[in-house]
Nanobody, 122 residues
Framework: QVQLVEAGGGMVQAGGSLRLSCAAS????????MGWFRQAPGKEREFVAA????????RYRDALKGRFTISRDNAENTVYLQMNSLKPEDTAVYYC???????????????WGQGTQVTVSS
């Protein structure tokens, strides 16, 4: 198990950018694929992006390609989500999670952070 703490959320106007970070504790961070997920009020948690253990393979929700970028720094035990051209529909609580594969389902990611709120105003 790895402990995860997200940061970087906040309120931004449409068209703006935010960079989320997720700090992991434990020496096994580099063993995990990492993912970002989000959950809007009244909706199910959905996949946003994922990255493999080495950082050389990524996967994105189709609708977010070109606007969001996931990256990781294994030396700093941190994964990032750069979000550009934000839209009101991006408003949600964003969670990072650790799993065995970047292609796994939401349920396959076993360790989760507490989430960070992102609010995009129109």
């Amino acid at each position: 198990q790895v402990q995860l703490v997200e940061a970087g959320g906040g309120m931004v106007q449409a068209g703006g950018s935010l960079r989320l970070s997720c700090a992991a504790s434990g020496r096994t961070f580099r063993n995990y694929a990492m993912g970002w997920f989000r959950q809007a009020p009244g909706k199910e948690r959905e996949f946003v992006a994922a990255i493999n253990w080495s950082g050389d393979n990524t996967r994105y929700r189709d609708a977010l390609k070109g606007r969001f970028t996931i990256s990781r720094d294994n030396a700093e035990n941190t994964v990032y989500l750069q979000m550009n051209s934000l839209k009101p529909e991006d408003t949600a609580v964003y969670y990072c999670a650790a799993g065995d594969s970047l292609y796994g389902s939401v349920a396959s990611f076993g360790s989760w952070g507490q989430g960070t709120q992102v609010t995009v105003s129109s």
